[in-house]
């Protein structure tokens, strides 16, 4: 899977989306440190540990660099930002009772306006599963001969 960049310059704005997901009772808004454990293990459930890892370090960052959503109380997806290097976007996941209705693409405009007002012109989206999704989503380009990128190497 390729790295991509953004140009977060060019970003689409985040108020239709959030608006969007208001409508339908979902809230999009950045985790809580004491809601680690909790997003841990929907993650470990719903995609592995190595992300719940990963995203561990989300929590130490001041603010906390993880977006999630949320019906009826219950974490239904994530986006991390900043997790595993400066400027790098993921992992994110949605579960499988709301694709389809916009959450990802929520999540990863969230966290991208972040890395924005932290000053980044450009992100990097990390072994983008999903390609043509960030293409539609954020305008995001393939970066040329990036894979397998920062994910080699891996313990087993």
Known sequence: MPDMFVNLLKLPPLEPLITKMEQESIAIRRAQPFEITR?????????????ADEISVGFANKPVSIYIAVLEKQIVGFAAYECTRKTLFGPTGVAEIVRGRG???ALLVASLWELKELGYVYGFIGGAGP?????????ATVIPDSDPGIYTNLLK
């Open 39 to 51: 997003l841990r293990l929907f993650v470990e459930k719903n995609f592995s540990q190595a992300w």
């Open 131 to 139: 390609v043509e999704f960030y293409e539609k989503a954020v305008g």
């Open 103 to 105: 959450v990802g693409r």
